[in-house]
């Protein structure tokens, strides 16, 4: 490759851009000079001339010097009050030789010729200066005048040489050394660099003269003309500036909720799982009842669950009513003492945003009671909840079942193991639990997040034989609600979770696509 | 979940042994408890509800000595015989129908104990009394009650005494009306004609059930003996608070005595401690957790849970003490028997069931049609299907009828669900007012809808919107959208021009598919915009994807 390019035709130092070459010529011509004024000679921008000089003196045809020679002086906020009034060591040396060469602080004071910070100031510089004398007097300090200045000092004139505006620090000539002594003290002068850059051709340009003038010209753009024509085999193309900025450029994305439910389906229909699906408006009979949660249940109280207004009620489904109630009431035929209440079909009957999705589950165990049964759910439940940093109203269960003749408690754990171990999360613990459908019960904590924290996220169990028994299930059912926006909260890096259902382009858009990695680098 | 402040020092003073911080958080996490906070000498922790025996420190230290084989089988009580009577009125039987009682005598308690006894009251209130409608608890220092004791319903201004922490004696209606604790319980009593009360043999109040107590008979850290009634509209209810209250105060140093109480129709003598015999299948149990157990292991797992076991033939025989109340059903055994070996010895298995993987039709299609939104520029939004009627209707301009409206909500956000994802998608323009634009955005999600033919009242629907927000969004612009997604999934769908409140009159079209309007496509009204605080012309398309035929 090298090699190639040394020995085409075109030499490095003799592609040229159109504005190289103007600048060249003009340098060639009339010797070194600034930005400024190769821009105002040739009809430049200021900018354009400086990015060609930079890539001229990279092919070795200028060089650029910065010269930090003009400095601009001009009055600070300070300095204009004291080019009216005298600075504050003049007017206090003025005040004590007005009233006989020595004063104490308090008179100074009285006399209100300078505030109380200028007389600090005043003090400070008129002894540095040699002017005055402290002297302790009891509990008092006064000031003895030892050598009055008669003639202005070349500070005064310096500030009285600016009072007229800005003007270039050279052009203080003697007064120049003052100039930087005041402007070691706040606010009096300001004094600004200008750096001036000038541009000088090289020995090689001016050798090279007239050749420059032939030098092919260079484009920054292949145009299908260019290509058409054939011409671009007679120019030479711009090499890309690294270092310039771009506009960004936002791809379309999907929600990161999408991204990681689809993960998580994905990874149960890996693992033998077939998608199931339920109502949002559940009826309590499958929220509640069947999975024998009591009717007097704390989790059935109007500050936990949303009902429905209008309507307000259905049906709950005749072929399980009655051996439902029996199960309640006093056990039925589940070998269970039962919850020995009454049980009532009004409350059964009583429509609700679901509160788990374990309604749909149980749901669809009740129509597929013959083993086996692997279904799962990645779908939206509902708690009467006040929204929070931290709590949501609804928000995503990720379900499933598992109903075989010999399935154990431990084969629950493998389930629940194996899935996480695919989201990339490899420590997975349990926990005795409770719930009233399920015995055993237990908590699922994995360790999670930036901190490496046990977190719950969710529990599992066996479903009680007083809800197996009244579907006419007779084996056990592995069943488990794990939770997905606390997941999410984790792999996102989230503080609020409301920020999952806000939308807000530039969250969704700081999310990377494979963010699973992020999970899975986090495995130790 | 209820919690629970555990002092590292006052377990251990029930245990019987030291104990380190760090074993207590283990050994309670293996019972199953919830570890809240944890700093150098204490634990906070969660119980489950159907525990409600872990409402005391001495409760969960039971437990832990078993965990921990310090002490393993069943804890033995015994109940001394009293002469003490509590005589029940029939008339309470239309307002709260049952009451039990024990005294428990020979305690010595200081501030550190009393608090926990109280604090077991007010946990065996909500979790065994649902807010003490079911159950609720009298707690009197003994020496201030003059047995006989009455259980009698009567006129709400017939009597008047001191209520706890009162001055001033009240008659109770004054009580329900201007106390703090009579206003929040007054529900309970709501619509009796009389209101019970437990009274002694002098005529003076104890209890007004389940509102408060008399301050005559308040307990403080130099009361020695506690009469304790129990009242409520369940009598096992009653009976399982009552003795998980009498069971902790016997581990806390003191003698339970019975209380003779006399129905009209029936006498029994409270508390009754007797356990409960249980049978079962060891073969069936061990199955469930998965494990193939020698009985000798699980009767020690079963005695490690503070039971007391023996095999008899080829059962296990299991006796449960009294404070037990969660064991319904021989299934609970086996979470015994697995709490006993201990979850975290029990190694996961997969299992062999073998099953092909599938989604549903909804899921495979929604992949389709969000490559499609993808690759035509849009990014996704999700948004709750939970709304609210100020934005799913008034912002809109179009009336709320027939709407999955919300009962009870808890906020005006959400009173309502949404009937279509537009009001979502504007409001997520709102909130990216501040992000450059062009901004489009789709969802793809469901909307409720009203549909008397299921049992449930109430069908999901698939939908698809799309807006477009941008200085020169046009009509065009979407049209020629909605003509690809019309090519890509084959729909048929036909524009008739049709104004919507929420659109500009004139700019605006339904979406027919097969004549059945299928969705609406246009310019959103300005007003609407204003509403949801957009400062961008935005045009939207909404498609109701079940009405399509494509699912």
Known sequence: MTKKMDDGPLRDELILHPIEKRILLFLTKSGPASFAAIAEKTALDEGAVAKAAQWLALKNLVKVEENITDKKVELGYEGKIYAEKGLPERRLVDFLEKIGGEAELSDIRASGILSEDEIRIGVIWAKKNGWIEIIRKGDEAVLELKKYPKERTEEEIVLQLLKAGQRSLASLGPYASACERLSKRPNIVKITEEVIHVVSPTDMAIRMGDELLSAIEEVSQLTPELISSGKWREVAFSRYNLSAPVKPTYSARLHPLTMLIDMVKETFVEMGFEEVRGPLVELAFWNFDALFQPQDHPAREMHDTFYLANPSKGIPPAKFVDSVRRTHEDGGDTGSKGWGYKWSIEEASKLVLRTHTTATTIRYLSEHNEPPVRVFTVDRVYRNEKVDWKHLAELHQIEGILMDRSVSLRHLMGIIKEFYMRLGI????????????????????VLLGENNKWTELGGMGIFRPEVTRP?????????????????????????????????????????????????????? | MPAIMLKTNRIAEFLGREIKTEELIEAIRELGLAIEEAGTDYVKAEYNPNRPDYSSIAGIARALQGILGIKTGMPRYRVQKSDVKLIVDPKVKDVRPFVVSAIVKNLELNDESLEEIIAMQEDLHWIIGRDRRKVAIGLHDYSKVHPPIYYKAMLPDSVSFIPLGGRNKMTPKEILEETSTGSKYRWILDGKKYFPFIIDSRNEVLSFPPIINSSLTELTSRTKDIFIDVTGTDFKAISDALNILVTTLHDMGGTIYSVDVIYDDKHVITPDLSSTKWRINLKEQSALIGIDLRPIHALRALRRMRLDARIVGDEI????????????????????????????QLTPLIPYTANFGKLRPESELSRLIRLLMIGLGFTEAVNTTLSNKQKEYEFLGIPNTGSPNILNPASLEYDTLRVRLLPGLLESLSINKHNPTPQKFFELGDVLQIDESVPERFVRRLSLCIVISHSSASFSEIKSIQEEIARSLQLDLKMIAKDYPFMMPGRSVALLSNDVEAGYMGEIHPAVLEKFKIEMPVTALELNLSLLGIL
């Open chain 1, 426 to 445: 490899s420590n997975v613990r349990f926990r005795p639990s409770y719930f009233p459908y399920t015995e055993p019960s237990a908590e699922v904590e």
């Open chain 1, 471 to 524: 579907l006419g299930v007779k084996y056990p059912v592995l069943a488990w609600g794990l939770g997905l926006e606390r997941l999410a909260m984790a792999v996102f890096n989230l503080k609020d979770i409301r920020e999952l259902y806000r939308n807000d382009l530039s969250w969704i858009r700081s999310v990377p696509i494979n963010f699973s990695k992020v999970a899975s680098r986090r495995r130790d």
């Open chain 2, 317 to 344: 025989e299991i006796d449960v003490p009294a404070y037990r109340i969660d064991i319904m059903h021989p299934v609970d055994f086996a979470e015994e028997i697995a709490i006993g070996i201990g979850y975290s």
